[in-house]
């Protein structure tokens, strides 16, 4: 399977700084297709996971622009540019690439 | 505006088997998307399942293939998950999802006797 590694495993922030977090994956998410199948969850405590970031850079309809996502082969990068209160959770890179699907670790963001 | 909501008993003994509901309003899971369930085990880990085709076909994690099956009945509009032998290890928050776009609030499911 995948493994994708996902750092830090907890990020502390103050209200409008900007923070990134990466996802490291064990081999390339690049699909004979050309697409790259990396996403990014944030699950706010006690709230099922939401889709923020799709195919590596795409932002899901609804989401902040504040989110971004970048990266290629194996290496990706969510930025948040200016976190507010309602960001605080955990985050996930998955991948759907390779079967089967895959998730990182996660990443906490709490407040400073 | 598609739901999903997942039921079933929050409590199972070792050794048995878990079995979970999740319906589906808004969308009909015949019409397109695969149907899937994950898991999120205590702490932060992870883990996709397996799912259901709108055609049907299904396809499993292997880490779980001898011990799970995912199942429909398309006039409820609702999909199945069975886990069988269940050990304390497959205490989780199981969810249901349309790919990972759509989530149902998920269930706590206990294994302990």
């Known amino acids: 399977d995948v493994v994708l590694t996902q750092t830090p495993p907890t990020l502390s922030a103050t209200i409008g700084q900007s923070v990134s977090i990466s996802c490291r994956s064990s081999q390339s998410l690049l699909h004979s297709n050309g697409n790259t199948y990396l996403n990014w969850l944030l699950q706010r405590p006690g709230q099922p996971p939401q889709l923020l970031i799709y195919l590596v850079s795409r932002l899901e309809s609804g989401v902040p622009n504040r989110f971004s996502g970048s990266g290629s082969g194996t290496d990706f990068t969510l930025k948040i540019s200016g976190v507010e209160a309602e960001d605080l959770g955990v985050y996930y890179c998955v991948q759907s690439t390779h079967a089967p699907p895959t998730f990182g670790g996660g990443t906490k963001l709490e407040l400073k | 505006e598609i739901q999903l909501q997942e039921s079933g008993p929050g409590l199972v003994k070792p050794s048995q088997s878990l079995s979970l509901t999740c319906s589906v309003t808004g969308y009909t899971i015949t019409s397109g998307y695969d149907w899937s369930w994950i898991r999120k085990f205590p702490g932060n880990k992870m883990e996709w399942m397996g799912y259901i085709s709108y055609s049907g076909s299904t396809n499993y994690n292997p880490s779980l293939k001898s011990r799970i099956s995912i199942t429909r009945d398309t006039s409820k509009n609702q999909f199945f998950l069975q886990l069988n032998s269940v050990t304390t290890e497959d205490t989780a928050t199981y969810y249901c999802?349309?790919?990972?776009?759509?989530w149902g609030q998920g269930v706590m499911v206990t294994v302990s006797s």
């Open positions: 999802a349309r790919y990972i776009r759509y």
